[in-house]
């Protein structure tokens, strides 16, 4: 290849590599980094590293058993009256959503409410003036399993349509962006026979949180379990078994958002020296629920100087102390899990909660996978667009009459590839 021709191919390609990336950005789903705060944590607000996530969510409102209004207790008021506020100081593009109670007592008079047209009115009306009122951007329907009954279920799709409709009605009398809503549901989308109303929830959701924890507790159980394995060899009871059955029920990956877990369970181990996943034991320990935060078991690891085990195949961490058997999410496995929502196309992942973390550790590494994806993403949209232009060139100055007689010039491009539910 002549000099004129090498050089020429020189300066096209760094021009190429620093142009943005030919497919339009703005157009692609927002990945959404979403986080709970339970305010009984008694977690202060002003805390929270709100830059970290893209959404944040205040648990929980009620529901009144008189009225079947949406209801604050006065403890919480101050709380969530200035929550939006708050977390925008250091992120003003947070976006806030206001999630509800519907277990214990809670649920019948849920389902009293969503029975009835008057009802379901009173709740819908005083749900969307409470959001408008604190300034939060979405509602979250947050405990209803799909294993209560058929009616139920049938009630719970009536309810989302018509507060889908209130929504878009308020929309069209207001300049306003129309409120998110939203779901925090079960891992898996029917139990028992019985099943949430998919056709509802895929038309009038924005999105669904997939609770994908808690799958074994120490309160429950004579063995140690991996309580939010991403996959399990052994059983169902795993997180990639339950997307795919959303999945598979009708619900699109993009409109799934994972759940991740910054607490763990610790169980006393029968026999110490037998400590693997599924290893027998005797139940709770430490605490009255078997539940430790993670900043909890950092410090107990710091304390004990205990080795940290990942086990990949259920991709899940635990440790050892003494006689008590821990498992929990350390980096590797919040890692995994963003690179695995990702992989699927799901719409992002949110976590229970954020007083959980210690000092961040978590949220910081689910970002840092984040990010590490997003710049391989960019990468491969400014370097295939690229290999097809240089392709193309090669091909226009091999056609002008040029002809190698080397090695040298055959230019080989290659392709770059808690809150329980349970």
């Not at 026979?193 to 159980?221: A, C, F």
């Not at 960019?378 to 240089?390: G, K, R, Y």
Request: glycine share 6%; with cysteine; aromatic share 12%.
């Amino acid at each position: 290849m002549s000099p004129s021709h090498l050089q020429m191919l020189f300066n096209i390609l760094s021009l190429l590599l620093f142009l943005p990336p030919l497919a339009n950005s703005s157009e692609a789903p927002t990945w959404i980094k979403a986080a709970y705060l339970y305010y009984s944590s008694e977690f202060p607000v002003p805390d929270i590293d709100s830059s970290l996530f893209t959404h944040l969510t205040f648990a929980f409102a009620h529901i009144n058993s008189s009225s079947y209004e949406l209801s604050i207790l006065p403890s919480d008021e101050t709380y969530i009256s200035s929550f939006t506020d708050i977390v925008r100081q250091k992120n003003p593009t947070i976006i806030t959503l206001l999630s509800f109670w519907t277990q214990d007592s809670n649920f019948s008079t849920f389902f009293s409410m969503a029975t009835q047209p008057s009802h379901r009115t009173s709740f819908i009306e005083s749900s969307i003036q409470t959001a408008r009122l604190y300034g939060f951007h979405g509602l979250e329907l947050y405990g209803i399993k799909p294993d209560t009954s058929t009616k139920n279920m049938k009630d719970l799709g009536i309810l989302f349509h018509d507060w889908r409709s209130a929504i878009n009605k308020v929309l069209k009398n207001s300049n306003r962006s129309p409120l998110i809503l939203t779901m925090a549901g079960h891992y898996l989308p029917s139990q028992s026979t019985k099943s949430y109303p998919m056709d509802s929830i895929q038309r009038n959701l924005d999105w669904v949180h997939i609770g994908s924890y808690d799958y074994h507790l120490s309160t429950k159980e004579n063995f140690t379990g991996a309580h939010s394995a991403l996959y399990d060899p052994s059983s169902n009871t795993n997180t990639d078994y339950g997307i795919k059955e959303w999945i598979r029920r009708g619900l699109p990956a993009k409109k799934m958002v994972l759940g991740l877990a910054y607490h763990g369970y610790v169980w006393r181990l029968v026999d110490p020296k037998d400590n693997a996943i599924g290893s027998p034991a005797r139940g709770r320990a430490i605490t009255a629920h078997g539940s430790m935060s993670y900043k909890y078991i950092k410090s107990y690891l710091r304390s004990y100087g205990v080795k940290v085990v990942y086990n990949v195949s259920y991709v899940a961490n635990y440790c050892i102390i003494g006689s008590f058997w821990i498992g929990f999410d350390d980096v590797e496995a919040i890692k995994t899990k963003v690179s695995y929502a990702r992989e699927k196309g799901l719409l992002g992942y949110k976590v229970w909660q954020v007083p959980n973390d210690d000092n961040w550790v978590l949220s910081k590494a689910a970002q840092e996978e984040d990010k590490d994806k997003e710049s391989k993403q960019l990468l491969l949209e400014i370097l295939l667009p690229t290999s097809a232009v240089v392709t193309l060139l090669l091909g226009t100055l091999t056609c002008s009459g040029y002809e190698g007689n080397g090695y040298e010039d055959k230019i080989a491009l290659s392709e770059p590839a808690s809150i329980r539910f349970y």
